[in-house]
């Protein structure tokens, strides 16, 4: 079978399957398959598949059937400039998270070596792009789950970045600082919001990484504690939630509290600064 009937047969299983991007989606399993880019397919869309490329494009597409995330079926993901190592250990990196890196940088900007503390690293997603970033970054990641922490530090060791990873609770509060800027994407779904997922979501990835009703409180209560005055906390908050979380930052004691919209223009992240020192 040629490359553009393989494509069209994937697509229309993957659709079949409830796959929102089922044609995108068809392109990213037969070009790993192959071992080229989507953009090869285009050219080469009348080259027959090899029996081999077929048995291994079948076990990808079987299991996106499954609605296992793409990026676990393929075992990595882009974010910003890196290609990260991603499996059911961690959360799949999204593009919102992105814009989370890009304030992280521009808060950063000017500093020649700030202390970065990351919590809650996962794969170290966000942690190793500010290290990528911001060579002078002194970047520390902590997560309380030893199998993230360990994906986290194959990526460094790949990537050949310079982040320290360590095991820790957030609720027994955050590691003793100044840090100048303390970040994080905690847990923000809801217990009863959960089953309401999209299946690659609620069936394959980790359950401690999604759900968490006091980790966002527990990580701005733990910050102010350990962030250099004039330091700053950021945070990726659930869709609809950037008001009261601006609000817990206020109560808090944060100052010049702002907002800004992920690329699909929800109010995705929020900010603060530190006051003086009492």
Not at 39 to 66: C, F, H, K, P, Y
Not at 159 to 183: C, I, K, Q, R, T
Not at 217 to 235: I, P, S, T, Y
Request: with cysteine; hydrophobic share 45%.
């Amino acid at each position: 079978m040629t490359i553009a009937a393989t494509l069209a047969r994937v697509s229309e299983r993957l659709a079949a399957a409830g796959c929102e991007s089922a044609r995108v989606d068809a392109e990213f399993l037969l070009a790993h398959a192959l071992g080229t880019t989507r953009s090869s397919l285009l050219v080469d869309r009348d080259r027959t598949l090899s029996v081999e490329a077929e048995v291994a494009l079948e076990d990808l597409v079987a299991r996106r059937e499954r609605r296992e995330p793409l990026a676990y079926v393929l075992g990595q993901w882009g974010f910003r400039r890196l290609a990260l190592k991603v499996d059911p250990r961690v959360l799949v990196p999204r593009p919102e998270t992105e814009v989370v890196v890009e304030r992280c940088l521009a808060l950063i900007n000017g500093l020649d070596e700030p202390k970065v503390l990351d919590v809650g690293t996962g794969s170290g997603a966000i942690a190793l792009a500010i290290a990528d970033e911001h060579p002078g970054a002194r970047v520390t990641g902590i997560d309380s789950s030893p199998d993230a922490l360990a994906l986290a530090d194959e990526n460094r060791r790949g990537l050949d970045l310079e982040v320290a990873f360590l095991h820790w609770d957030l609720f027994a509060g955050l590691p003793e600082g100044p840090w100048d800027l303390v970040v994080s994407n905690p847990p923000y779904v809801r217990p009863d919001e959960i089953d309401s997922l999209e299946p690659e979501v609620r069936n394959w990835e980790p359950r401690a990484a999604l759900v968490g009703e006091d980790a966002t409180e527990a990580v701005a209560r733990g910050a102010r504690d350990v962030l250099e005055e004039g330091g700053a906390l950021v945070l990726e908050v659930a869709d609809g939630s950037a008001a009261d979380v601006s609000e817990l930052l206020l109560a808090h004691g944060y100052m010049a509290v702002t907002v800004t919209q992920d690329l699909s223009g929800r109010d995705r992240v929020v900010e603060g600064m530190t006051t003086s020192a009492d």
